[in-house]
């Protein structure tokens, strides 16, 4: 025992890596266990006090705001992080600045086009898309958020690549929900729109407190800082059509639930939907962590490595996912009842967005890997075939089967786009993230 001990210490104290990406992660984890439960917390304390006619509302306009800023983002996330990690292990204080600044400008400038759209066109959508009544009275508030949400969102990405792993996650799934919950449960709302202006003060918050972070954490000034419009473009770009499929994946059903069916039924597969989520806040706390090592890694030509950090980072994974699915596919009634009696009805799609987001999450941080390594056109592709799979299924099926065809879409989506990842992760890197059993 104490040999084997001995043994372990020392191949820890000999993977400088994979200590930093366990310390990483496990704070990234932390911060994401407790910011999980306070979106759960919110999500329960909204569908309770509005009920789910009003709920479907604030979900509805939710998804719309959350798809949307994702496009408008441009493909920028992933390109934010891996350019200001590698300026920040080159000590280069201009490049930070420089593709910071260039990116909000892009993103963000993007995002406020698409709010004045809608806000434009608000009574066409209402009118001839999304026939909910009372819809009309929700979505210009939420749409104000669009460029808010773009804008902090790109904050997250930037301080994952400045390796300020807890701020980013604070900033990116704590700041709203808590502002949220403080507002729900000290106001009497009754209302969407009342929920939907709690959310707006919420990202106002986020981005504010992003702003203070990354200033905090970057040193020197802006001052004439630059970044090359060319290198930006060309790596975001098919990082772009990723982002705009990998959205269609995670929010088609429930929009097409809302044009297809009633504002109730918006609600309950929001809430399962959300609540199978959770069942991922490893892979993202892993992400947050392994994603600017793995482009750090790829750039030095460390493949061993590489995959020694790869293989782990699935193993810490499933230390959270498996227990979650479980928990998900024996109490789904009671899960669901949280929210109130009449959300039991989403039980069943419950079980089976659980299997699509485990399937999703154990095969490990796949999707980061092919976009952290540049092989940012076969995860489009691949991304591209799930989301045709999402949308297709969610036509034939949501007319018909509500909720459980919704559920089945989505799930089918899910896992079908991470595991053709494995295969190119296969392929490209020449390592196969499922198979953790191999000794490294």
Known sequence: MVNQLDHLKRWFESNPHFREVLFGSSLGLFVKVLTAILAFMMNIVIARKLGPAEAGLFFLGFTLVVLLSSVGRMGLDNSVMRFVARARVAGDTVKLHGVYRKALLWGGGLCLLFMLVLLVSNQLLVNYVFEQPGF?????????????????????????????????????????PLTMLAGLLIFPVTRAQEVAWIYLIGCTLALVIGMFFWHRAVPGTEQGADFPSDLLYASCMPLWGVVILGQVIQWSSQLLMGVWGSVEDVALFAVAQRTAMLIGFALFAVNASAGPKFAALYSQGDMAGLERIALWSVRL????????????????????????????????????????????????????????????????????????????????????????GAAIATSVAVASKNLLCVYQVNRLLGFNTLAIWRKI
Do not use: C
């Open 136 to 176: 009309g009275a929700v979505l210009p508030i939420m749409v104000m958020a669009l460029p808010l949400v773009g804008l902090y969102t790109l904050h997250v990405f930037a301080l994952l690549g400045m390796k300020k792993i807890i701020a980013g996650v604070m900033v990116l799934t704590g700041i709203v």
């Open 317 to 404: 994974i499933l230390l959270v996912a498996v227990p979650s699915l479980i928990f998900m596919m024996v109490f789904p009634q009671w899960l669901m009842g949280l929210f109130g009696p009449q959300f039991r009805a989403a039980s069943t799609a419950l079980m089976i967005l659980a299997v699509g987001q485990f399937i999703g999450t154990a095969v490990g941080s796949v999707g980061s890997l092919l976009s952290m390594t540049g092989h940012e056109r076969q995860l489009r592709w691949n991304v591209f075939i799930g989301a045709v799979l999402g949308v297709g299924l969610g036509v034939l099926l949501i007319p018909g089967y509500g909720l459980i």
